[in-house]
Structures are given as C-alpha cells and as structure tokens.
Nanobody, 127 residues
Framework: QVQPVESGGGLVQAGGSLRLSCVVS????????MGWFRQAPGKERECVAA?????????YYADSVKDRFTISRDNAKNTMYLQMDSLKPEDTAVYYC???????????????????WGQGTQVTVSS
C-alpha cells in the first residue's frame, strides 16, 4: 500500500500563492503517476495537475490552472508539490493527492485510475 499525506493548505487572498506538499510512504516503488485533484462543494472531483513519478517527469495541467500552477516532485524525499500562484476564488476547494500504481497509457485526468488518496487539505481563496 501507499499512504499519501497532504499539507500546505490555508486561507489566502485572491492573487496570492500557496504551495501544497504530498509526502508518500509505503510501497513508493510501485508508483507510476501522482496527481493533484480538487473538489469544491457541489462539484465533482477533478484533476488539476499530475506528474509521472519516474523518468523525465511528464506533467499534465487542467486548462483552468495552466500558467498559474506548477507541479514538481522530489523523489529522494518521496514528495510531490503543487505551487499555486495567482490564486482565484474559484480555486477554493479541498485538494487531494493521489497515486497511480498500475502502468497505463498516459491519461492522468482519469480519476478512476488512482489507487490511493490522501485525506485532503482545504484551500480557500478570498476575493
């Protein structure tokens, strides 16, 4: 099993920045992809960014966060990050870290492909 744990959420004004972290433990050698998802009240959980865990670090961004969010990883620390800049009120949500442990074609936006989820961290952006 893999245990992801998120941190770094909080309250920030519009235009501000936050950095989320996700530390994974357990069978980390089995991870192929890691992703950041978010879920706002009354909405479905969506993938905002994802990164391959090995190799060159192929990344994916949802259109809504491109050029504002940056995903990165530090394999030595078993940690993934999400740098969020130019935050907007519509970015308000619970943010979840998730891991994918089965080798599949590239498609990190597929929520059902993720095996393990963190407990989530709240991000609130005030206007």
């Amino acid at each position: 099993q893999v245990q992801p744990v998120e941190s770094g959420g909080g309250l920030v004004q519009a235009g501000g920045s936050l950095r989320l972290s996700c530390v994974v433990s357990g069978r980390t050698f089995s991870i192929y992809v890691m992703g950041w998802f978010r879920q706002a009240p009354g909405k479905e959980r969506e993938c905002v960014a994802a990164i391959s865990w090995s190799g060159g670090g192929t990344s994916y961004y949802a259109d809504s966060v491109k050029d504002r969010f940056t995903i990165s990883r530090d394999n030595a620390k078993n940690t993934m990050y999400l740098q969020m800049d130019s935050l907007k009120p519509e970015d308000t949500a619970v943010y979840y870290c998730a891991t994918q442990s089965e080798l599949r074609p590239w498609g990190p936006w597929n929520r059902s492909w993720y095996d393990y989820w963190g407990q989530g961290t709240q991000v609130t952006v005030s206007s």
